[in-house]
């Protein structure tokens, strides 16, 4: 049997030995891994806005070709010369980022805004973009990029039969924010099925919680748009 | 070369750590609905399974004896996060893909096993090739039913379409329940009688 001072000081050279490592390999594999979240998050972006891009490259020109990139204030208006990947934490309570999809034949033209969503599930911080009409009333689509709940349960909110029920869906009832009632099971077996189905999708059995939060995350979320929106339609009108 | 190449008979035929001693289990059931989760997953865990024997195997006379289990773990641990690390890095999607089952490598009773049963015992080089042989046998079963399932439940092999279109048109619809973790289980219980009847993981013929 060691004595006690041994095994203490084993124990410590291998905490320090194991950490240096660690630390290493972080540092040396974090701007790679920096490159693919950053890739990733604009891959989320085009595919809730309803593209398929195949490969990094695809991604990265249509990002660059339809894709334009703004942050908004807390009143709704488009702070100029800032990029959404330049919002540093401490402004991300009073700065949005947004994102314009132009059209194909007209870069003028909007076809769908995407924001970003987050929102508390189960485990987890869930992490997502929504896109919506030009008015910002409508679903075009909604992807998750960074989510921690149960996989094959509250995991399938990334799958692609999850995400493509909420396509068409209305956000706002009138000019109400209602958001989007993720429902106990299937939809159209609830009682508020009959006058709320435009805001309503099927959930997922066994990950109530995880559906609670996007409701949440799908009311909140949108709320901070929603002057952006408003004046957008008075200008329009 | 002998001792190895008995090692690789056992890890792969006869003591096979998923068709015979029942280990790592859990992941294999859950990452295999693809052909490429099962190969990434079954790469990851004979790195780890590998280094983690090499290792603790090179410290074995200087382990204290009170703290081992926690040196192991903690060998285990900084291995299973370097390797997530790469993943995360050069394989971004597959990593997405496999989400907390790298993660829990960690928890794989293989790699523990071998630590405590094979590399405590044996000297590095054995203990590595050990590691290697497990590992791989590991990634055998994987590959196996990620494999099966990926065919007959997408349709698919390493996520190129194989099942030819016009059977689709004739009716042909993929099993659903391929896609989920039961049916892994009574895929995972069929391989282990044919390699049983076969004289495998401790069948009629050891």
């Known amino acids: ?46 595919i809730a806005a309803g593209f398929s891009p195949e490969n990094a490259d695809d991604v990265g020109k249509l990002f660059l070709t339809r894709v334009k990139p703004m942050v908004l204030s807390l009143g709704g208006n488009v702070v ?24 194909a034949d007209n870069e003028e033209e909007t076809e769908s805004f995407v924001y970003p969503i987050e ?52 956000l706002y009832d009138g000019d109400k924010l209602v958001g989007i009632n993720v429902a106990k099971g299937k939809a159209r077996d609830q009682a508020a099925y009959k006058t709320k189905s435009q805001h309503m999708v099927d959930g997922i059995s066994g990950a109530t919680l995880t559906c609670n939060g996007i409701t949440k995350m799908l009311k909140i ?17 | 070369m002998s001792t190895i190449k008995r090692i690789f008979k056992n890890t792969m035929w006869i003591s096979n750590p998923i068709a015979y001693q029942v280990l790592g289990v859990c992941s294999a059931l859950a990452v295999t609905v693809q052909l490429e989760n099962g190969l990434v997953m079954g790469a990851a865990l004979t790195i780890v399974v590998a280094f983690s024997n090499l290792l603790i195997s090179l410290m074995r006379n200087f382990i204290p004896h009170r703290i081992r289990i926690i040196i192991e773990l903690v ?14 890095a ?28 094979f590399a405590m015992a044996n000297g590095p080089w054995l203990s590595f090739w050990d590691g290697i042989g497990n590992g791989l046998g590991y990634a055998v079963v994987l590959v196996l039913v990620g494999g099966i399932r990926e065919i007959f439940g997408s349709g698919s092999l390493l996520g190129i379409q194989i099942v030819p279109e016009f059977l689709y048109s004739a009716g042909y619809v993929n099993n659903g329940l391929m896609v989920l973790p039961p049916f892994a289980f009574i895929l995972l219980g069929l391989i282990v009688w044919i390699a049983k009847t076969l004289g495998g993981a401790h069948g009629e013929e050891s």
């Open chain 1, 119 to 170: 929102g508390k599930g189960l485990w987890s911080t869930m992490y997502g973009y929504l896109a919506v009409d030009p008015n910002g009333k409508i679903v075009k689509g909604i992807t998750f990029y960074k989510q921690g709940e149960t996989p094959g349960l509250g995991g399938e909110i990334e799958k692609e039969w999850f995400r493509k029920n909420f396509i068409g869906k209305k």
């Open chain 1, 1 to 46: 049997m060691q004595s006690n001072r041994y095994t203490i000081a084993f124990a410590f050279t291998v905490c320090v030995i194991l950490s240096v490592l660690l630390s290493a390999t972080y540092m040396s594999l974090k701007d790679r891994q920096e490159l693919n979240r950053k890739l990733d998050r604009q891959k989320n972006i085009l």
């Open chain 2, 75 to 88: 060998i285990i641990s900084a291995l299973v996060i370097i390797v997530d690390q790469f993943l995360q």
């Open chain 1, 80 to 103: 100029l010369g800032k990029l959404p990947e330049q919002i540093i934490s401490e402004e991300s309570q009073n700065l949005f980022p947004l994102f314009r999809i132009s059209k």
């Open chain 1, 221 to 237: 979320n949108p709320k901070k748009y929603g002057l952006f929106f408003r004046q957008l339609r008075r200008i329009e009108l």
């Open chain 2, 90 to 117: 050069y394989l971004f999607d597959v990593s997405r893909r496999l989400s907390v089952f790298v993660g829990l490598i960690i928890t794989n009773c293989i790699v523990m096993g071998r630590a405590e049963a």
